[in-house]
């Protein structure tokens, strides 16, 4: 590995809302243990800590040669950040020439001239934060790391965490925002469906909902259609479908499904 000085921050796993903040965390615990030649940080959340490599984490690593570290720990679900996920406190190697006690993380990690590693954990609201830094000498890591990362990577994960739930909010409130918007179209598109078919407005709005899934459509945007069309050109698809669709979960044949009119 080359010295520190030309260390750089890459992303494995493009996610705006954590990678930015793991960028900086990986880059100042590495900056803070002078004994170290670099750090990782990976990002995990709740619901993905049981099904290890296919995890949809994200992590970001101060030199190209680390990042496979993390894959190795998360693939053999072992090693110094599997420790520290599964006791809640920092784990580490003094010396993995010599510790055997994580064998697929320990080869890969001499293969690429580590020789010790620590992994500190810090949790916050279903977000957990890793923060591994590597030595290509012996040494013991974990207390140094501990005492400079710490109270950061506490602060870090709170931060994100709550980014995250920021964003989740902004999406769900733009979800609602564009139903409501929406919600006059497709009133008024049942209404249509209704004169066209002689139906009820829960069948008008259930044989919509079919039909979007069908031809694989939104519903507001097939309800755009339908209004701006007033119909037209649509009555013979509308009627043919209304009477091939089965009524909808839980609501029993009625009259007017089996019998539509043509």
């Not at 140094?144 to 769900?172: I, K, S």
């Not at 009820?200 to 097939?222: G, H, I, V, W, Y």
């Not at 013979?236 to 499904?257: T, V, W, Y």
Request: glycine content about 10%; some cysteine; proline content about 7%.
């Amino acid at each position: 590995m080359p010295d520190r000085t030309h260390i750089r921050a890459a992303r494995q796993t493009d996610a705006p809302s954590l990678g930015r903040g793991l960028v900086e965390l990986a880059e100042q615990a590495a900056a803070g243990t002078p004994q170290s030649c670099g750090a990782t940080a990976t990002a995990v959340l709740a619901e993905e800590r049981s099904v290890a490599a296919d995890a949809d984490r994200t992590t970001v690593a101060t030199h190209p040669d680390l990042p496979p570290l993390v894959s190795v720990q998360m693939s053999a679900w072992e090693g110094p950040i599997i420790s520290a996920l599964d006791s809640g406190r920092p784990e580490g190697a003094d010396d993995l020439l010599h510790d055997d006690r994580w064998p697929r993380y320990r080869a890969r990690a001499l293969d690429v001239g580590i020789r010790s590693s620590a992994a500190l954990p810090f949790v916050y609201d279903g977000l957990t934060v890793t923060v591994s830094v590597y030595g290509l000498r012996p040494g013991p890591l974990r207390k140094v790391a501990q005492g400079t990362t710490g109270p950061l990577g506490d602060l870090a994960t709170e931060n994100m965490a709550r980014e995250r739930l920021y964003r989740a909010a902004l999406v769900e409130v733009d979800q609602l925002a564009t139903a409501l918007r929406s919600r006059p179209v497709v009133d008024q598109a049942c209404g249509i469906v209704m004169y066209v078919l002689g139906c009820d407005p829960d069948q008008a709005f259930d044989l919509l909902r079919r039909f979007s899934q069908q031809t694989n459509r939104k519903l507001a945007e097939l309800a755009g259609t339908v209004v701006r069309t007033r119909g037209r050109g649509l009555e013979r698809n509308l009627i043919e479908f209304g009477r091939s669709a089965a009524p909808g979960p839980g609501r029993p044949a009625s009259g007017q499904d089996r019998d539509l009119p043509g």
